[in-house]
C-alpha cells in the first residue's frame, strides 16, 4: 500500500479506488455468508475476526487514497470532489459493515431455553448459575466497553476526513486569491499602458502643433 504513496498521478489513485470497490464488493459478499451462518447457529467467531480484518484493510486503503488525492496536482477540482464523494460512499458502507457485526457480536442473545425448574436446584446449582450469569452479564460490558472504543475511533476518522475537506477548500481559496492578485496586476498594467499612451499621444500633439507654430512664424 506504501507503493502508492510514493508513486504519483491520477492514474495510481484510480488503481487504488477499483482497489477499494472490489474490496468493497468481496466485504459485501463476506457478510452475506457471515449472517447466513449465524442464521444456521455455526460458529462465526474465527468469520468474524477475518471480517473485521478486512473492514480495516479497506479503512486503510482509503485513508491512503484520502492521501493520494491530496497531494495530486494533476486532477481538477471538479475530479478532485467526485473522488471524495465515492471515498465517503465507501467509508460509510464499511463502517456500515462494522457497526452490523459489532452489534451482532455485543447484543447476539441466546437461544431461547426450556424453562428451568428452580425448585428442583440445590442451592450450590443456584450459586453456580448466579456465577455464570453475573460473567454473562460482565462479558456484555466488556463488549458494549470495546464498542464505544470503536465508535471513537470512528468519530477520529470523521474528524480526519473534516480535516482533509478543510486542506482542499484551503487549496481552493488559495487558487482563487492567486488569479484574483493576476487579475488585479493585470489590471494595474493595462492602466498604466493606457496612461503612457495618453502622455504619448498628448506630447506628440504638442510638438505638431509647436512645429506648425514655428513654420508659420518663419514664412
Known amino acids: 500500500m506504501n507503493n502508492y504513496i510514493k508513486l504519483d498521478g491520477g492514474s495510481k489513485l484510480q488503481d487504488l479506488i477499483e482497489n477499494i470497490r472490489k474490496m468493497d464488493s468481496t466485504l459485501s459478499e463476506?457478510?452475506?455468508?457471515?449472517?447466513?451462518?449465524?442464521?444456521?447457529?455455526?460458529?462465526?467467531?474465527?468469520?468474524?475476526?477475518?471480517?473485521?480484518?478486512?473492514?480495516?484493510?479497506?479503512?486503510?486503503?482509503?485513508?491512503?487514497?484520502?492521501?493520494?488525492?491530496?497531494?495530486?496536482?494533476?486532477?481538477?477540482?471538479?475530479?478532485?470532489?467526485?473522488?471524495?464523494?465515492?471515498?465517503?460512499?465507501?467509508?460509510?458502507?464499511?463502517?456500515?459493515?462494522?457497526?452490523?457485526?459489532?452489534?451482532?457480536?455485543?447484543?447476539?442473545?441466546?437461544?431461547?431455553?426450556?424453562?428451568?425448574?428452580?425448585?428442583?436446584?440445590?442451592?450450590?446449582?443456584?450459586?453456580?448459575?448466579?456465577?455464570?450469569?453475573?460473567?454473562?452479564?460482565?462479558?456484555?460490558?466488556?463488549?458494549?466497553?470495546?464498542?464505544?472504543?470503536?465508535?471513537?475511533?470512528?468519530?477520529?476518522?470523521?474528524n480526519l476526513a473534516l480535516d482533509e475537506d478543510k486542506v482542499i477548500l484551503r487549496r481552493l481559496n488559495e487558487n482563487v486569491e492567486q488569479a484574483t492578485h493576476e487579475i488585479k496586476v493585470t489590471d494595474s498594467n493595462l492602466k498604466s499602458l493606457l496612461s503612457y499612451t495618453n502622455d504619448c499621444c498628448l506630447w506628440t500633439t504638442i510638438i505638431v502643433e509647436f512645429m506648425i507654430f514655428v513654420f508659420l512664424v518663419i514664412y
Open 30 to 158: 463476506a457478510l452475506n455468508q457471515r449472517n447466513y451462518k449465524l442464521q444456521n447457529n455455526e460458529s462465526i467467531q474465527q468469520f468474524d475476526r477475518q471480517l473485521a480484518t478486512q473492514i480495516d484493510n479497506i479503512n486503510d486503503s482509503i485513508k491512503t487514497a484520502r492521501i493520494l488525492l491530496n497531494q495530486a496536482s494533476n486532477i481538477s477540482p471538479n475530479d478532485i470532489q467526485r473522488q471524495k464523494n465515492l471515498l465517503d460512499e465507501f467509508q460509510n458502507k464499511s463502517e456500515k459493515f462494522r457497526k452490523a457485526l459489532e452489534i451482532k457480536q455485543v447484543f447476539k442473545t441466546d437461544n431461547p431455553e426450556t424453562k428451568i425448574d428452580f425448585t428442583t436446584k440445590s442451592n450450590v446449582e443456584m450459586v453456580q448459575m448466579q456465577k455464570q450469569y453475573v460473567q454473562k452479564q460482565n462479558d456484555t460490558i466488556d463488549k458494549m466497553i470495546d464498542t464505544t472504543g470503536r465508535m471513537q475511533v470512528n468519530a477520529k476518522h470523521i
